[in-house]
């Protein structure tokens, strides 16, 4: 029961700080807030405010703040439609905004109790790849083409969502005490039938070393939020070139409250310490998730809606509202279909 409440707390709290966001910066801006809730379904818990409705909800996933004028012409002049364009663009991405700050808030958290990854080469497997490449044990890889590495998970995202890639690697190699050389090579990864993917041939040795100054916190914990980011986008082209199949990409709330609650029940033997930085952890994970899915330019997402406020302030004129309304609702009705194909694909999964 202490798993399930962990895991709704949350996911309400990653809910209560988007919906805080659209909340905070439409009272900034004037706009009427109709309703405040947390939650889907019927209300549990129900109070009215001078102008607001606060609203706590049956089932604990998902919330909403309702604007006058969001969805319908108003004239009041404190509706959402009446109000520039550039206030309504604040309000919309406040929400996925405040899920970035809140991820980063406890990716500080995560920093400053168990420091930063330090990593490198600890062994190369004869007549491998990165052995013919010239790479050698103690050598620390800091770039893959593009991609700058932090940790050496930033090299396993990008090897699984970029297969058999060449792949043009810069690393430094330790050259006496403190003292570094650069150098750069190229590989091209193999495939391992045993192992089912494509691999460069290290091992990889890892250490968390505590942060030597405030800067450090910021570098790293930024760090973990943007790794958040980039491995979204990395599962998310995995799914669509095919790589990944939909049920083992996606997961719903009833797994993801499942597999929290197995952390914590696993965490919980070891101390409440460990216990609260696996919440942290998965806070961060859920809140950098969330602000990105609602950035996505899908409609009655977010990132739909600033689609339509971005094409209004280039034209200089809004889309009529009621054809911007029904791609909304359309958007809304696939999303819905899609929510009740992820419960059943959780719920086969569980059995």
Not at 59 to 81: Q, V
């Amino acid at each position: 029961m202490l798993n399930i409440i962990a895991a709704v707390l949350v996911f309400g709290l990653i809910v209560l700080v988007h919906e805080f966001g659209h909340f905070l910066l439409a009272k900034l801006n004037g706009i009427g807030v109709v309703e405040f809730s947390i939650g889907m379904g019927p209300r549990l818990l129900s109070w009215q405010g001078k102008e607001t409705r606060y609203s706590v909800k049956i089932l604990p996933f998902g919330g909403s703040c309702m604007m006058l004028g969001e969805d319908e012409k108003d004239t009041d002049p404190s509706a959402f439609n009446n109000k520039s364009v550039w206030a309504r663009i604040s309000v919309v991405f406040a929400g996925p905004a405040f899920n970035f700050i809140l991820a980063f808030l406890f990716a500080v958290i995560i920093v400053l109790n168990i420091g930063y990854q330090k990593f490198e080469i600890s062994e190369v497997t004869e007549g491998s790849p990165a052995a013919e490449a010239g790479l050698l044990p103690g050598d620390v890889i800091t770039r893959v083409n593009s991609r700058k590495i932090t940790a050496y998970e930033d090299i396993q995202i990008y090897m699984l969502a970029n297969p058999g890639e060449t792949l043009r690697v810069q690393y430094r190699r330790p050259a006496g005490e403190d003292q570094w050389t650069t150098g750069e090579t190229v590989l091209t990864p193999e495939y391992s039938k045993e192992q089912g993917r494509y691999l460069m041939g290290v091992t990889f040795i890892s250490r968390y070393v505590k942060a030597e100054n405030p800067g450090q916190v910021l570098y790293y914990s930024a760090y973990q939020v943007k790794y958040c980011v980039t491995s979204t986008f990395d599962s998310l082209k995995m799914l669509f070139t095919r790589q990944v199949q939909v049920d083992e990409a996606v997961a719903g709330p009833v797994r993801i409250v499942a597999m929290i609650g197995e952390n914590v029940e696993e965490s919980r033997e070891i101390g409440l310490p460990v216990m609260a930085l696996t919440l942290c952890y998965w806070s961060l994970i859920l809140s950098a998730s969330l602000g990105i899915m609602n950035l996505l330019p899908l409609p009655a997402l977010d990132g739909g809606r600033l689609v339509f406020l971005v094409i209004e302030a280039v034209r200089g004129k809004g889309i009529d509202q009621e054809k911007e309304g029904m791609v909304h609702m359309a958007g809304l009705l696939i999303l819905m279909a899609l929510m009740v194909f992820v419960l059943f694909n959780d719920i086969r999964s569980l059995l």
